[in-house]
């Protein structure tokens, strides 16, 4: 039993570190730095980020991230999610956490790399109408689409299956607008008004397609070990619970149900969510260094 519960925290861990059998260094030279970094442990960022419901929140932000044409051409043209999806989203992790935890010196060099990365990411697309268009990953409003993607994900799936926001939502999204701001992205929403105005600004820009059902199938589909497949049903279920009706029908989702009556999702969820935590610990090696840096600078100071 032993054996078999370290092999299943191995392969949990290297889910989110890209197979990789040891903290990854950049985590731990989180510890490095001069200054506590743009959040703290009694942020609104921190709660959220810290809670094991970002899983959900990663799925819900490339479903809504994908319905965007001009976002999708750059997953089609440039991104090799089907061939390395781990190393994918260890890289999202990265950057995420390294804003999150990280000082301020180390979140805006995390920010710069990937707008660098994102210089080569440029094409075409056709829009809602029609048009063929062209794209850049830095263009402002599509970095907007994916700011908002990612805040609204983040913070509904934490209000759905999460705990307490210190300040609530509003204070949430005031605090990651920060991160908005590193990625030159201009007025980000402030609060939760505020985005859910910005969202809607986007919904004659939003589309299906044929890439937009493949990313749908990879994410309902992806390739995981088969112990996680049926804990990442129940969360894939209620990231699309969690959705605005509008998302999830041009996404081709349905709430689960059985006949006319909708499955419950919550408990179900919150179990998984209990079970992750149990397998990867209370606390992430990202937090960790981040509180030994930031209890290191308070010493220095008395």
């Known amino acids: 039993m032993g054996k078999l519960l370290s092999s299943w925290r191995r392969q949990l861990v ?3 570190s890209n197979n990789s059998e040891t903290i990854p260094e950049w985590e731990l030279e989180l510890a490095n730095g001069t200054d506590p970094g743009y ?10 980020h810290g809670s094991m419901t970002t899983i959900i929140a ?8 994908a319905l965007h044409p001009g976002a999708m051409a750059g997953v089609r043209d440039y991104s090799n999610y089907k061939e390395d999806p781990l190393g994918r989203l260890a890289g999202t ?13 180390a979140a805006r060099s995390a920010s710069n790399w990937v707008l660098r990365l994102h210089e080569r990411v440029r094409g075409t697309y056709e829009d809602a109408a029609g048009t ?10 599509l970095a ?12 509904t799936s934490h209000m ?9 939502p509003d204070q949430y999204v005031a605090e990651w607008a920060t991160a908005g701001e590193l990625m030159q992205i201009e007025n980000p929403p402030r609060d939760l008004a505020g985005l859910r105005k910005q969202m809607a600004a986007f919904d004659p820009e939003l589309r299906s397609s044929p890439t937009v059902e493949e990313v749908v199938h990879f994410l309902r589909h992806p390739p995981l070990p088969k112990n996680q497949l049926i804990g990442y049903r129940v969360l894939f279920a209620g990231a699309v619970a969690s959705l605005e009706p509008r998302h999830r029908e041009l996404l081709g989702l349905k709430e689960p149900t059985i006949g006319p009556f909708k499955l419950p999702v919550h408990g179900p969820v919150k179990l998984v969510l209990r079970v992750i935590r149990f397998g990867l610990g209370n606390m992430g090696p990202s937090e960790r260094s981040a509180r030994e840096r930031i209890a290191r600078l308070e010493a220095a100071q008395r």
Do not use: C, K, M
């Open 160 to 168: 759905e299956f999460g705990g307490p926001i210190p300040g609530g």
């Open 144 to 155: 907007r689409w994916v700011h908002l993607a990612f805040t609204d994900a983040f913070l």
């Open 39 to 48: 959040y703290g442990p009694d942020s609104a960022v921190w709660a959220v």
């Open 14 to 16: 290297g889910t989110f």
């Open 58 to 65: 990663g799925i819900r932000a490339l479903l809504l991230q």
């Open 93 to 105: 992790i990265r950057w995420i956490f390294t804003v999150t935890y990280g000082d301020t010196t």
């Open 132 to 141: 063929v268009r062209p794209y850049s990953a830095n263009d402002p409003e």
